[in-house]
């Protein structure tokens, strides 16, 4: 690179740079810069905006006035009607059953997997990390009907399951998330133990400690920012998923409230104002989440991709 | 984002080597059994996760792909030959509108979402001011559902109190929202799949925003100053040593576009199911596995065509990320 840049200053034809920039710093009027930015902003706000805007209207209001009017009254009727018509209590009940014990299973597994591998080499150590990420990858409905099929089959007795199998439980939604879910985590917690110091691990070992009291005692410790933020991270998008739930959960009463809100327009008829209250509802567990953990869940998204 | 299958579940590489010399690292050899069988746990357990739920139903599509099968009882299961496939090809209708949508979509992030994405992170680095309410604005998308973002685009585009309508209205009366010109964004076919790009736009260029914000950071300042005292402007410095420096976030980059476009499905689906303009390969599939009058056979030979187009991407991402390792 060095060189291409050194052959263009000694050739005359080559176009000159109007003037030395000053590598850090804003040197240049940058009105333009934030025109771009504000527009694009602005932009990037309305579809929010306009949400919230039309759940704190009624559906009187906007007949009478128009769409696009000044609201000549803000109400938050829209909001408890959406919540007890759209029965948000237990579709908010049911994200937090699929949730909590999918990202802890998730965490741990990938753990254990990722402490196994990245401090003892394997014949097959890259073969069953390739496997992970890989199945990470593809799409879910590559492999949606046969685990469709697979649930169905499965008998389970009727004390345990009212359906006689796995589908329509929260087991079985929880089991596939994980396995998706696995993958990544596997290759983020294993990237992250890689650059622990070997030396921890080997003292101890002389010290005569086991493999368990070496993952839970020396391990698992250091690796707490790591989970923290990968923790933060699948909270949401385990909260955020929406097709396993969609495809293996039969009763509406079961399903988790991202699901849930492919049902609203049905319940409330075209009722605008009260589906935008439905989402504005959705959106606030995400938000407090965001605006608690913003750090975490950054780190979480670029753990893998800014090391090394 | 599995996002979910939204969300992006993609793993962001890294470039460092996978491998530590092996010397370092402890030999099985040297573990008492007990030891042993404890690891044996730590990896099987997993792995047994990963196969049964992920592996075997990859290959049970494609198995069921040469069958036909109602979805009922295991032994109707009846050999049907590439007869799916033939079907597909041949007499589906909506199998090649499908297709043209997943490129159309592909080609819609490839060049208009992700190098948005690019271009505001360029631009939030340079240390401008007010740059962390700029990056929480575009970063807030991100964080909602892909079924979510559908909701709130149903919302923008309704003909009866949508957004897009009533601004038209301010300019047109008789296309006002609620009025009966007004523009049927998701109803038209010929529109529709536009304002479902829309959408995904949305939330992607926060996403590749994130990722090329790490990235800059991670390139050494050191190199745009020697590139500053070799004479090169800034968008030379830009073109030839700062993008190029950040080699391991483009193929994530890259990686995440094609795999985002493979996989989109809950837009489309809380529109309309992914029909009358928005088919989808993966709606496709869905359709025939939860609709009416099951085709298990069908939806399987669409899951495999999938499949295989999937696997161009995965395997690139995997040599790049584990390919070194294999050299000594």
Known sequence: ?308 | MSDNPTSVTVAPQTSQSLAPPAKRRRRLQRLTKRDKIVLGFMVGIPVLVELVLIWLPTVASVGLSFTKWNGLALGDIKSNGVGNYSYIFQNYPPFWPAVRHNILWLLFLAVIATPLGLLIAVLLDQRIRGSRIYQTVFFVPVMLSLALVGIIWELMYSPAQGFLDSVIGLFDHSKDAGQPGAIDWLGDPNINIWAALIAATWKHVGYIMILYLAGLKGVDPALKEAAAIDGANERQIFFRVVFPAMRPINIVVVVVTIIESLRAFDIVWIFNKGTNGLELMSALVVQNLIGEGQAIGIGSALAVVLLVVSLVPIVIYLTRTFGKDKQP
């Not at chain 1, 052959?7 to 009105?31: F, W």
């Open chain 1, 1 to 308: 690179m060095t060189d291409t840049l050194a052959e263009n200053r000694s050739d005359p034809s080559a176009p000159q740079p109007e003037h030395h920039v000053a590598p850090v710093g804003p040197r240049r009027n940058r009105y333009g810069t934030h025109l771009f930015l504000i527009v694009m902003a602005v932009l990037w706000l309305i579809p929010l905006l306009w949400t919230i805007y039309t759940s704190l209207r009624t559906k009187a209001d906007t007949d009478k006035h128009g769409t696009f009017s000044i609201a000549h009254s803000l109400t938050l009727s829209n909001y408890t009607t959406a919540w007890s018509q759209g029965s948000f209590a237990t579709a908010l009940k049911n994200s937090a059953i699929i949730v909590i014990p999918t990202v802890l299973i998730t965490l741990f597994l990938a753990s254990l997997m990722a402490f196994a591998v990245s401090r003892f080499s394997w014949k097959f150590n890259i073969t069953l990390l390739i496997l992970f990420t890989a199945g990470n990858l593809l799409p879910p409905q590559v492999l949606a009907t046969p685990v469709f099929e697979m649930y169905r089959l499965i008998h389970l007795p009727y004390t345990v399951s009212d359906s006689g199998s796995v589908l329509n439980t929260y087991w079985g939604v929880i089991a596939i998330i994980v396995a998706f879910q696995l993958g990544f985590c596997t290759f983020v917690m294993s990237n992250y133990m890689k650059a622990l110091p070997s030396e921890l691990t080997e003292a101890a070992l002389v010290d005569g400690a086991g493999v368990w009291m070496m993952y839970y005692k020396i391990i698992m410790p250091l690796c707490r920012p790591a989970l923290a933020a990968l923790g933060t991270l699948e909270v949401i998008w385990v909260y955020n998923e929406y097709f396993w739930p969609l495809l293996l959960i039969t009763s509406g009463d079961r399903l988790p409230v991202t699901t849930a809100i492919n049902n609203l327009q049905g319940e409330f008829l075209n009722n605008y104002n009260l589906i935008a209250a439905g989402a504005t509802i959705t959106l606030i567990p995400t938000l407090i989440i965001y605006f608690a953990l913003q750090r975490q869940f950054v780190a979480g998204l670029t753990l893998g991709g800014t090391k090394g």
